[in-house]
């Protein structure tokens, strides 16, 4: 199955520097790659996700970056405020031809505190 | 984006006894949803799939025999979990994926989460 490996476990940054994020993956088959924000007690909520067939996909301050050779999909988080402060997952599905294909694989998340 | 109700949302129950949990797609119609099992400071662990009109595929290590799911329809997924234990204190979170496109994967939305609690 998909192995994901996601780090830092935490993170502490100062209002208004970026926050990286990265992950890593094992199946090369799998071609969509999401992101998700939890905050506490609360359902993870996606906030920007990736194809394989693009590198780079920004909405506003967050941005997911995709090195398909390497294997590893990182999330930017620039200008960053306190309400950015959660826990964020990355995932990554399986290739649509392994046999557990509808099974997404959670990263083990990075709490991120903004510290203002 | 498409909503997942769950319910309840929080739940305390006598060691022993059975808790149902509802996970409902509202405007969209799910034949697959998850359900998961997140511990504190911990990620979400997949438990089963759900599959509309078939049996769910468990995890391993996850019991079927303690965890009953049934997927009548499209938009109805209920986890019983049988005879509770404190060690099955946690949160639950459920999630469907819209039908969309063959082939293609698409977001995953997740319900607001279960807390049980077994005393």
């Known amino acids: 199955g998909e192995n994901v490996e996601q780090h830092p476990s935490t993170l502490s940054v100062q209002e208004g520097d970026s926050a990286v994020i990265k992950c890593t993956y094992s199946d090369s088959a799998s071609n969509y790659f999401p992101w998700y924000k939890q905050e506490l007690g609360k359902r993870p909520q996606l906030i920007i996700d990736i194809r394989s067939n693009v590198g780079e996909k920004k909405d506003q301050r967050i941005a997911v970056t995709l090195n398909k050779t390497a294997k590893h999909f990182s999330l930017h988080i620039t200008e960053t405020q306190p309400e950015d402060s959660a826990v964020y997952f990355c995932a990554a599905p399986p290739g649509l031809n392994s046999g557990g294909y509808q099974k997404v694989t959670f990263g083990t998340g990075t709490k991120l505190q903004v510290i203002p | 984006g498409a909503v997942v109700s769950q319910h309840p949302s929080w739940v305390i129950c006598k060691s022993g006894t059975s808790v149902k949990i509802e996970c409902r797609s509202l405007?969209?119609?799910?034949?697959?949803m998850f359900w998961y099992r997140q511990f504190p400071k911990q990620s979400l662990m997949l438990m089963a799939t759900s599959n509309e009109g078939s049996k769910a595929t468990y995890e391993q290590g996850v019991e079927k025999d303690k965890f009953l799911i049934n997927h009548a329809s499209l938009t109805l997924s209920t986890l019983t979990v049988t005879s509770a234990h404190p060690e099955d204190s946690s949160f639950y979170i459920c999630?469907?994926?819209?039908?969309?496109?063959?082939?293609?994967?698409?977001?995953?939305?997740f319900g607001p989460g279960t807390r049980l609690t077994v005393l």
């Open positions: 999630s469907a994926r819209d039908l969309g496109l063959a082939g293609t994967y698409n977001e995953q939305f």
């Open positions: 405007d969209f119609q799910a034949t697959t």
